[in-house]
């Protein structure tokens, strides 16, 4: 039985005027989240649990709005939320290796810190005031006073018991003091006098002198003890004016944040450390600043004192969403700096800088799936945090062994965050499928869909959506006529004239460039027209690569015929796919066979590697069918191969299976095949015709081409049945149709596609293997048993054919 063409009606959906409003003008926002009821009920399911492992992977492709649905949702749950505790970093005054992690509510680490800085201030002008004040000048000098007085009086005494025996304690340079005999008036002895002396004189003069140097010796010993009990004394005077200084000012801090015990805590060791280090503030302008201090932004305060704030948070606006665009190992993690300073190299607490975990810790953190996976150590780094609840620092140098050295280890600091990745589901697959952890680590898919149903409701959903796009942009009102041809669009984009594609960047695309032509033409809406003038805009800035290939058309150079019958050669339909465009063009497939050989089909394609696997696996089918319709009891004796003329790129798909089954039969046959009609289509063994992709691209590029070489309203081409609700053509075709220009076929079974192609029909069989000889399976069968008489020796009778072969004769 011959397919009848398709009606018009058959070939596009018109959306229904009455069914959408007058303009977008009055259109509510939209609040919803258009056919992506399953992602959303993922992502609030999610959110709602309070249990480990309960991230999200949104898996959808680019431009559905994932980012924005999501960031969406959070926002509204997060503003519900408690805010997050701000974090800051202090000095460990016990051990400087170990900065300490402090926690407080949010909104109370900046003014900790300023805080901080200005008690520093205080304290020094304080402490410098005190220790310059005249009570505690005097009560050093007493000190000292005493000091002096008690060293004075114990070297008089000794002094004076050295005189008793004819010595004289005198200065010495640069050994201190000591003992040298004297005369009887009182002089110091010269080298000569002592000489002189008799030597039982001189004998008693060295052992008094021996005798005294050593009560000098255990002097100068007690002197230096009682320096020492002098200097802590001075340092408890220090330590008690520090102290009596610095005390209310730091207990009001205290106060402050009585209710948080590590603060205070911290408040205590600030205090005693700058009791013990009073110098840092009384020598001040003499010591030299730190290599750290020097480059941060107050480098008055010593580096020790400081506070750094990592984390800080509004209190009133809920738990924080953070999307970290560049999702590297220490954008993520955090880090710490380090400074070089006069040759040195140094680093500190004050150097800690926080990451996304940080800024998003106790609220949630959106990343890009490929960013993370791309960034070296990035994913490991994020798995080991979402592990072990915590954030730790550490540097990959050290992880990779690079370095020697020393860096900080500062507290860990608890992590509870929400973590969304976004990904296409090529991404998630291969994830999935290398690493074992992902399910355990993201137990939540929220699958975005790429259509939804095109029904009455959803075209009135859809309407509002494109209000809502209008408003959030700013754009003039879409009339009624423009609603009517997005909605067109979308179904077009869809690839099903009974689904709408969600594709929200395309539509945003769209919408503003209809506006712009609106616009341009001084319109107060945008009307059918505009949107037109953006969709042709596109192609037409898009389609450099389809206009080539066209022109090779026109001047001959890629051989189409458009007209007429030839003998093993057909009219495939293709679809080529470059960058962000997409076209149809046909393409010549040819077929040839000759006698010997076993029924086997070579795909020439895949024998020089262009075929793909599922090209050949199409070309295997069709093998197959002949063999399982024709040599159930005996073998075929021919041998065949096929190709795709002109064809110097890859060719992948299953589509053409259709087409070169009717250019093999063409060639067994010797039936011409009319070169005025294109077709697509896959089949299986059973000679069942099945559904492709592309079917309008496809359409639309052998219409272009029929245009090209000229129209004679017997063109036309041949698709699935099942393609009929892909349908929707561009206007021109559509309109070709309707005035008998242009004819689309659709067919279930390969023989209604072949029977429309040669031009004959099938032939419905007599008895087995008896078929009507004006019949293709009738030729079919006549020369397939031509060739088993001849492979058996036998004279072969005299074939009828030679006048279905004149009257096949190739008009082209």
């Not at 560049?326 to 710490?336: K, R, S």
């Not at 596109?538 to 026109?554: K, M, P, T, V």
């Amino acid at each position: 039985m011959t397919p009848q063409a398709l009606s018009v009606e058959q070939l596009y959906k018109t959306a229904i005027a009455d069914n959408l409003p007058a303009s977008t003008r009055r259109l509510k926002p939209f609040n919803d989240f258009l056919g992506q009821e399953r992602a959303k009920e993922a992502v609030l399911m999610a959110l709602a649990m309070p249990h480990d492992g309960y991230n999200i992977f949104a898996v959808g492709e680019n431009g559905l709005g994932k980012r924005t649905m999501i960031k969406r949702l959070l926002a509204e749950t997060a503003q519900q939320e408690e805010p997050a505790s701000d974090w800051c970093y202090v000095n460990n005054f016990a051990d400087p290796r170990k900065p300490i992690a402090l926690e407080m509510p949010a909104g109370k680490a900046i003014p900790f810190q300023k805080a901080m800085t200005k008690l520093w201030r205080s304290l020094s002008n304080a402490v410098q005031a005190a220790f310059q004040h005249e009570s505690y000048i005097n009560r050093v000098e007493g000190l000292k006073g005493e000091l002096t007085n008690a060293q004075q009086q114990a070297l008089q005494e000794l002094a004076l018991e050295g005189e008793k025996r004819q010595l004289k304690l005198v200065l010495r340079t640069p050994g201190g003091h000591g003992f040298s005999p004297i005369s009887a008036n009182g002089e110091v002895m010269s080298l000569e006098a002592f000489n002189a002396l008799t030597p039982e004189e001189q004998q008693e003069r060295k052992l008094a002198m021996q005798d005294m140097e050593q009560r000098l010796q255990k002097l100068a010993d007690r002197l230096g003890r009682m320096e020492d009990q002098n200097r802590d004394q001075v340092q408890k005077l220090n330590d008690e004016v520090t102290l009596a200084t610095i005390e209310p000012y730091i207990k009001k801090i205290k106060e402050q944040y009585d209710h948080l015990k590590e603060i205070v805590d911290y408040l205590s060791a600030y205090q005693q450390d700058i009791v013990e280090n009073v110098d840092l503030i009384i020598n001040s302008q003499d010591l030299e600043s730190d290599a750290v201090a020097s480059v941060s932004i107050d480098n008055a305060i010593p580096s020790r004192y400081q506070v750094n704030v990592i984390v800080s948070h509004h209190p009133k606006k809920g738990a924080p969403v953070i999307f970290e665009d560049l999702p590297t190992h220490y954008n993520l993690m955090g880090h710490v700096e380090q400074v070089t300073y006069m040759g040195t190299v140094a680093t500190d607490f004050t150097l800690i800088r926080a990451g996304a975990l940080h800024r998003a810790n106790g609220g949630y953190l959106l990343l890009e799936a490929e960013q993370v996976l791309e960034q070296p150590y990035a994913w490991q780094g994020l798995k080991r945090a979402l592990r072990s609840r915590a954030l730790k620092l550490s540097s990959l140098e050290q992880m990779l062994t690079l370095t020697g050295t020393i860096s900080l280890e500062p507290d860990p600091i608890p992590l509870d965050v929400k973590i969304v990745l976004l990904g296409d589901r090529e991404t998630f697959y291969l994830l999935q499928q290398y690493d074992p952890e992902l399910e355990q680590l993201f137990k939540i898919r929220a699958d975005f869909a790429n259509t939804m149903n095109r029904s009455l409701e959803n075209e009135q959903k859809y309407a509002y959506f494109l209000a809502d796009c209008v408003a959030k942009e700013k754009l003039m009102p879409f009339d009624r006529s423009a609603l009517m041809a997005l909605i067109e669009e979308s179904a077009r984009n869809a690839e099903d004239k009974e689904k709408l594609s969600l594709h929200a960047a395309s539509v945003g695309d769209l919408l503003r460039e209809a506006n712009y032509w609106a616009e341009s033409q001084q319109q107060k809406h945008v009307r059918v027209e505009h949107v037109r003038l953006a969709i042709a805009s596109q192609e037409r800035r898009r389609g450099q690569l389809r206009e080539l290939y066209l022109e090779d058309i026109a001047h001959g150079t890629q051989l189409i015929l458009c007209t007429g019958k030839v003998i093993g050669q057909i009219n495939g339909l293709t679809v080529i796919h470059y960058a962000d465009s997409e076209f149809g063009l046909p393409s010549r497939i040819t077929a040839t066979v000759h006698h010997q050989g076993g029924g086997d089909v070579l795909d020439i394609e895949r024998t020089v590697d262009l075929g793909g696997s599922l090209h050949a696996k199409g070309v295997l089918i069709l093998s197959s069918y002949l063999k399982a319709k024709f040599g159930r009891d005996k073998p075929l004796h021919f041998s065949a191969s096929i190709a795709m003329e002109q064809n110097y790129g890859g060719v992948e798909g299953d589509s053409a299976t259709l087409a070169e089954l009717a250019a093999l039969v063409s060639a067994i046959t010797e039936i011409p095949i009319r070169q005025d009609l294109g077709i697509t289509g896959s089949m299986n063994q059973m000679g069942e015709v099945q559904p492709i992709g592309g079917v309008n691209a496809k359409i639309e590029g052998f219409f272009a081409a029929c245009q090209l070489k000229g129209m004679t309203g017997q063109q036309g081409v041949i698709i699935p049945a099942q393609n009929i609700r892909h349908l929707m053509l561009r206007p021109e075709i559509v309109q070709a149709v309707e005035q008998g220009q242009f004819h689309i076929y659709a067919v279930s079974h390969a023989d209604e596609a072949l029977a429309l192609l040669l031009d004959m029909p099938m032939g419905e069989a007599v008895k087995k293997d008896k078929y009507p000889k004006d019949s293709i399976n009738g030729c079919l069968l006549a020369q397939l048993k031509h060739w088993q008489q001849i492979e058996k020796g036998d004279k072969p009778k005299k074939k009828k054919m030679k006048k279905i072969k004149k009257e096949s004769v190739p008009t082209a």
